[in-house]
């Protein structure tokens, strides 16, 4: 199986359009982006797929946060690093083979998106953005749906985004209303046939994006 973006080829920097987070015009480290959920296309498929899930992660999050955007201060790129859910997308139809950009969200919306659209049929999970701004009450939710890279401004590490689509031999996953990475995980085991991967950077770094 095969995946592919027009927005993007593997291993290159994801458009400022498709982020959540994107460097200012009056030189601010972080204004909030268009957020628009990128192109994908797949092709290859194999028989007997059911329905397609879809996850995108970025593996170069910080695991500790002391020096997250702060002013004089860096995220050395040697701190350890853990996963960061951005996009959960399930029960997807098995004849479709695209997404157009924007077809899954775009905008950030405080508080996070309550119903966010896709394919027919089709739910999306709770993304990481939920525990981010957990302790914000002007953005504290539940983040449903695609929310774009939005990256520490002074992070010395490119974060690499993983977007990884799965064939499964199940119609629909057995999930509850609510659901996050770690129920995905558990539901697709021993239901993929098979899988592709395209993975985009991105990075509000400034020395690292000249």
Not at 176 to 201: K, M, Q
Request: glycine share 10%.
């Amino acid at each position: 199986m095969q995946l592919r973006s027009d927005d993007f080829n593997d291993q290159q920097p994801i458009p400022a359009a498709l982020a959540f987070g994107k460097p200012g015009a009056a030189g601010e480290p972080c204004v909030f982006g268009d957020n628009r959920s990128p192109h994908l296309a797949w092709s290859d498929v194999p028989a007997g797929t059911r329905s397609f899930a879809l996850l995108c992660i970025d593996v170069d999050v910080p695991t500790v946060g002391d020096d997250v955007n702060q002013p004089g201060r860096r995220v050395p790129a040697s701190l350890p690093r853990t996963e960061f859910t951005h996009w959960i997308l399930v029960d997807v139809p098995a004849d479709l083979r695209e997404l157009a950009q924007g077809a899954c969200g775009e905008g950030v919306v405080a508080h996070g998106k309550r119903d966010p659209h896709g394919p027919p049929g089709s739910r999306q999970g709770v993304n990481d953005y939920a525990g981010w701004f957990a302790g914000d009450a002007s953005m504290a939710g539940d983040y449903l749906g695609y929310d774009g890279p939005c990256p520490p401004w002074n992070d010395d590490r490119l974060h690499h985004y993983r977007f990884v689509l799965y064939a499964l031999d199940v119609a629909a996953l057995d999930l509850p209303s609510r659901f996050a990475l770690a129920e995905v995980r558990a539901a697709i085991d021993g239901h993929v046939l098979a899988e592709a991967a395209l993975t985009g950077t991105y990075t509000l770094n400034p020395a690292l994006r000249r």
